[in-house]
């Protein structure tokens, strides 16, 4: 019912509405497969109650989506269940049923169809039944509703914190909720109140937002410079380029886990950001010397590579050229920004995040067989938070890159500073330079390597384990399937099931969860060239001696094994990670972000103890 209703699709799509209006951008059908996935997660809990103990245990959302799918409307203080021996209503397919007389609603805001009449029955008594009828099927909509709400708002808060996989869940969100949600709700462009401008660059402008507390709007400008604005022209629909490509690799960054100040792209030429103050320093990462590297660095040919690339920070000083400063110099000047000073820590993360960022923005080009020889990027401190974020802007004036790695081909505003004469037909070339990297950058938030994770149980009994496993996979973007099959009792159906999924092309990873004698590993190993991980349940009991099924294993099979579900989740991102750069991102990430809730952590310590 849910794929093909009519009013099923106006309920999902008045679901996602509201959720707009809190700052959460799902459409209707994420929103209907988000209630499926509940229900099936609440079906399965069902038939498997007497052997997982209390499902609320084991299952966010169980006492709402039993209140509806129990048949019983919800109270009025939003989520309590109370009985009605009048009606009964199924949100699965918003059908109302009063015993004999069989009344189904139409659509969730339809009028009520005609009651089949008794001929003793008095209009009034009908009349009170039919508004009865009316308000439960409504409270049991408006359940619905909630409840999507809140598991969506849990998801966004969670996009928001973008920490790692399944570890240090204190580190803090890089937008707060309220200013996120308020964000989202801005009107379009034209409608925008703007405050005060709060910064000028040369190639963009800053805005204070009234009606969105802790944000501010970037501007860009059609303006094109170099030298420190020793140079500069006018680029007609170069704003618009910038924020195009600005947008989009703020998108995948953040999608990856990077902390940074974009909220969302507003307009053609600007986009909303977190307030941040501005650490006046530039932080440059090269793969590839070229560029001033060489001149500060005589004896040094162009094209020699750093592994690992190597880190440079400028001071932002135009009187001075942007001179080049130590970390040293950095920590030495004390600065202070938004009440967060700079210290040893805070510039030791901020290194590790410009590496970091770089070989993500590295390995998403070279799908593309483009090569991104160096990075230019700035950090702020969120005026909210205290925390420092990615900040500014990665557009074309950001980078070095070069198709098939050839300098001669170049594509950034090296164009530009190498043109020796600034003529209209010059401005032209470097404008299609400029508009081929905004056509392709929106190519990094796609990929088109699959891939696909399946868990294979000995038994429904392994069910919570193996649902870690699935919801470990959905935070890297990997497809899960959970199948059940026993190599012991039925090795025929388990090898059935093992040439499904290799006929189809898609590679796999199999995971078997086998307590007890793990069969289940060793025979996928033995018949398939894909990999297969053993991720046993262990229990408590006879774990110890459980687990040599999995580690002993007969010579020719190469079949590890993790303990952990969210373990096997990551051994298998790192496999699909050669070659998807997305997924590959969320690692690169998750490491970063991991380093960093340490020295975080260690710097608090310190604190304490001193």
Known sequence: MLEGATRNKEIFEEIARRLMKCGIDRDWKQCRTKYKNLKYEYRALQKENEHLGN???????????????????????????????????????????????????????????????KKSASENTIFQFQKLLTE??????????????????????????????????????????????????????????????????????VYELPDIPGCVLMQSKDQITAGNAARKDRMEGKAAISNTTTSCVFQLLQEAGIKTAFVRKQSDTAFIAAHCEMIPIEWVCRRIATGSFLKRNPGVKEGYKFYPPKIEMFYKDDANNDPQWSEEQLIEAKFSFAGLTIGKTEVDIMARSTQAIFEILEKSWQPQN????????????????????????????????????????????????????????????????????????????????????????????????CEKIKKACATFGIPCELRVTSAHKGPDETLRIKAEYEGDGIPTVFVAVAGRS?????????????????????????????????????????????????????????????????????????????????????????????
């Open 55 to 117: 499902p609320r245990r084991k299952m966010r959302f169980y006492d709402e989506v039993d209140c509806i799918l129990r048949r019983q409307p919800l109270g009025p203080s939003g989520w309590g269940c109370e009985s009605s021996s009048l009606l009964s209503v199924s949100v699965g397919d918003v059908t109302a049923n009063t015993g004999s007389l069989g009344i189904k609603r139409k659509t969730w805001n339809d009028e009520m169809s005609p009651i089949p009449l």
């Open 136 to 205: 439960r099927v409504n409270t049991v909509t408006e359940g619905k509703k909630l409840l999507l709400e809140r598991l969506c708002k849990q998801e966004e808060m969670q996009d928001l914190n973008r920490t790692q996989l399944y570890a240090h869940p204190s580190a803090m969100q890089q937008v707060p909720v309220a200013a996120a949600a308020v964000a989202a709700m801005a009107p379009a462009a034209s409608e925008l109140k703007l405050g005060k401008k709060v910064n000028e660059g040369k190639t963009k402008e």
């Open 370 to 465: 483009c090569t991104l020889v160096d990075l230019k990027i700035e950090f702020g401190v969120n005026i909210l938070t205290k925390e420092i974020v990615l900040a500014d802007v990665i557009d074309n004036d950001s980078w070095r890159l070069w198709p098939s790695g050839d300098r001669s081909q170049q594509k950034d505003k090296q164009s530009y500073r190498d043109l020796k004469e600034v003529t209209p037909e010059a401005l032209q070339m470097v404008k299609r330079n400029f508009e081929w990297v905004a056509e392709r950058v929106e190519l990094l938030l796609k990929t088109k390597s699959q891939g696909r994770v399946v868990v294979l149980m000995g038994s429904t009994s392994d069910l919570g384990h």
């Open 518 to 610: 793990n069969g289940l590993g060793p025979v996928m190993s033995g018949n398939t060239a894909y990999p297969v991980v053993n991720c046993p349940p262990l229990s408590s009991d006879w774990g110890a001696q459980d687990v040599w099924s999995s580690l002993r294993l007969p010579s020719g099979l190469g079949c590890p094994t993790t303990l952990s579900p969210e373990g096997a989740a990551q051994f298998a991102a790192q496999i699909f990670g050669l070659n998807n750069h997305l997924v590959w991102a969320k690692l690169r990430s998750n490491m970063l972000n991991t380093w960093i809730s340490l020295k975080q952590a260690d710097k608090k310590l310190r604190e304490c103890t001193l």
